[in-house]
């Protein structure tokens, strides 16, 4: 089973910065990427930033300049620095890994996600 431990999140004034980080747990064989993604009350989950093992990013166009996403390969741990906030950041941000197990038969891929961070960015 693997587990992703996200923290960072809070309150915090428009212009202001926060950083973001996510643990992934377990019997990890490897991660092929890593993101983040948000989601707004009422509103459907979109993604941030995302993360390759190879260290190619993405952006959404909303935070591009803005946000930078990093990677601590042997923590497996991604990191979400979070410069500017605006209001329109407010929003649960969960982490999201795909990622191959190793086990006894064998390894399997999967797709999972943390318990999400409440990120509030006041005006």
């Known amino acids: 089973q693997v587990q992703l431990v996200e923290s960072g999140g809070g309150l915090v004034q428009a212009g202001g910065s926060l950083r973001l980080s996510c643990a992934a747990s377990?019997?990890?064989?490897?991660?092929?990427?890593m993101a983040w993604y948000r989601q707004a009350p009422g509103k459907q989950r979109e993604l941030v930033a995302g993360?390759?093992?190879?260290?190619?990013?993405n952006y959404a166009d909303s935070v591009k300049g803005r946000f930078n996403i990093s990677r601590d390969s042997a923590k497996n741990t991604v990191y979400l620095q979070m410069n500017s906030l605006k209001p329109e950041d407010t929003g649960a941000y969960y982490c999201n890994a795909e990622l191959v197990l190793s086990g006894y038969y064998g390894n399997s891929y999967g797709t999972y996600w943390g318990q999400g961070t409440q990120v509030t960015v006041s005006s």
């Open positions: 377990g019997s990890i064989f490897s991660i092929n990427a």
């Open positions: 993360i390759t093992s190879g260290g190619s990013t």
